[in-house]
């Protein structure tokens, strides 16, 4: 686990992206082609997943590089297309100044948004919520969006969601029936944020009651 | 991961069904001998792995070589028979045109399909489905066949389900009691739709109420 | 995994019984120094893993050789115990012929036992039955017997367990509270079984109904 | 995993608690930079890994030796805090005098903790329990303290159970809401005890009916 020490150092995220993609499919946080990741190229641009294939065997050559604020494509790969996410992911990066952004399609995700209601995920009474900066003591609200057909129809519920002050203290929007993006200020906090985010979705779903 | 990368891209499926059959094993699709997995070795025939012996040990020179049309052994590794599933396989891909089908033992399969009614499990409500190429507002619906004393005696019910205009977009055949067959257009996408196929049943297992 | 197979092939078994207690490990089908294995040595004789040691750290040069018959110790490797299941393995060896025995102290196993009534599980309705040479619409019967105080107080139960006609095609005796004992003719048929008992443990509690 | 071997033998423990944080999170009993570890020096002083790090990543040359008494920190590695677990495993180590101690957050031990009463855990009806060398006959008792917004306020509810009688066969302290400490003579003992503590949570989890 060295390597991956030396690779949340590099100043180019896109070693360690690939590696959190490999990590997080071996978790069934991304799976089948889908979910998605993204990290700073640098103040204007983002280094973004290609779509439409298996993530865990993307390679630091195949990300797009996109400005943040037009979406324009600056580097692109041969052969590929940028993730369907990229409009979410410059959307969280332009409201928060997150350096990385995750989409997982965890089941547990879709299930903690089932025992949602009103929009709105309630977590509390779990020592893990500190992993998010937030006291153990806090009800954390993570806003829950309704999903759409195509992922990019997403983009302004999400922009709202990360917006709304009730959610600030959050670093994270759950999608019904889909998973969630989730973000930190660079990689290593991304990925700090996405193992505290699947823990409390997976307590919460062992805690409530089954109907 | 990269290796796996590479195998994907190489013309002679074998050494990829090998890493895709020791990824399954690891995760509980396949194990004790059980489930199966071809790719195509040219037009007219399929590589399919031997019967009877630890699936995830199976060496690239193992795998039997197989007529499409009449089943003929082609090409026969010493002192190994062609699994069972062969018949299956051949009916599958004479129908559909795919490049690999797998076959997996996977408990969810089993479960998923003991919360079917009349021969279909419909399923709906999940953005994963967009992995099998279908919009995620569609019910999906895949064939629920019985289980046979023989696994080639399975042949006619998983060639009537194929047919079957109802389940024209499934990748994907359940038997109860037994797991489930499913297929890509080439070893890539059977890779994906095993994925998505077993994380939907997964799904749809947590979803239904207990009992 | 190539190196299994090779080890598989071994003639003395040990480093393949290395290699398994790893993978067991793992699973958490053996753990906190917990469960234990062994393998033939000859005709006459078995190599029994140590007692009180992690198991998937035991090194080959590690197993005590054991005479089948009388228990007498034929190599000792210095400052270790031989496992008090050793006059269970010889119990089951005498009555079966099994090359390999397995030890396990799985939770499914233990769960499994928990809904058995009378001294026996019944299996049915699973295909992964034919992986230990039963048809698929068999109804198959392993024996459940209750703990002991110590282990080797469950030789007596376990021997007149493998000695029923109703569990002639059982190649598990069940231990309540505990986890199982499980066997094959030689070290890869073992593991064969020991993947599909726990499969069908895991299926039996799955299926069941929670109070 | 003969590499484990070596280092659990090594009198400097740094090496193989690095390990073990790595296996650890695998398993996800640490995770999201929570949870923690340490391992004697010397009779005097104590290893301690650093906090708000990827624990999984942590180096030897990154652990803190703090002084078992006064809580002094004897060595540090620059740009890096001690875990506030620190004064906690200080409290166990005097009034145990174990070699070894691990915090982990483990949803199981949240779970588990969820079904206790009165402050208590109690648990019997395994043989697992004999990995702690307890009796498999016997109940065995676990200290549930309630969690505080500071980890370091734990301190004295930790050193009050520990001193408990009726606690006096455990090596476990469970904070509801939050994880464990256990701990053990050395850093192997520590191990065992993690692996078996862990499979009781799960157990108990398991077998108790949900609302």
Redesign the interface.
Same mark, same amino acid.
């Given at each position: !686990? @060295?390597d991956?020490?030396e690779l949340?150092a590099d100043p180019d995220p896109r070693r360690a992206l690939c590696a959190l993609l490999?990590d997080f499919h071996a978790r069934?946080w991304i @799976? &089948?082609? &889908?979910g998605g990741i993204c990290g700073r190229a640098d103040a204007d641009s983002l280094w973004v997943a290609p779509t439409g294939v298996?993530k865990?065997?993307v $390679?630091p050559e195949e990300f797009f590089r996109i400005s943040i604020e037009e979406g324009t494509v600056l580097d692109a790969p041969a052969g590929l297309e940028p993730s369907e996410c990229a409009p979410i992911f410059r959307a969280i990066v332009r409201a928060t100044g997150a350096g990385s952004v995750v989409h997982s399609?965890a089941?547990s995700a %879709?299930?903690a948004a089932?025992h949602s209601g009103g929009g709105v995920l309630s977590i509390s &009474?779990? #020592? !893990?919520l /500190?992993?998010l900066g937030v /006291?153990?003591?806090a009800t954390h609200e993570v806003a829950v969006i309704v999903?759409t #057909?195509r992922e990019r129809d997403l983009t302004d519920a999400v922009a709202t969601a990360v917006a709304d002050e009730r959610f600030a203290a959050a670093k994270c929007v759950v %999608?019904a029936?889909? &998973?969630c993006y989730l973000w930190g200020r660079d990689v290593?906090e991304a990925?700090?944020?996405a #193992? %505290?985010y699947h823990?409390l979705f #997976?307590?919460l779903?062992?805690?409530w009651? $089954? @109907?």
């Open positions: !686990m @060295s991956l020490r949340l490999q069934d @799976s &089948g082609t &889908g298996h865990e065997l $390679r399609h089941l %879709v299930l089932d &009474g779990f #020592e !893990m /500190k992993g /006291k153990n003591t999903n #057909e %999608v029936d889909h &998973g290593a990925k700090k944020h #193992e %505290v823990w #997976e307590a779903v062992a805690r009651p $089954r @109907s």
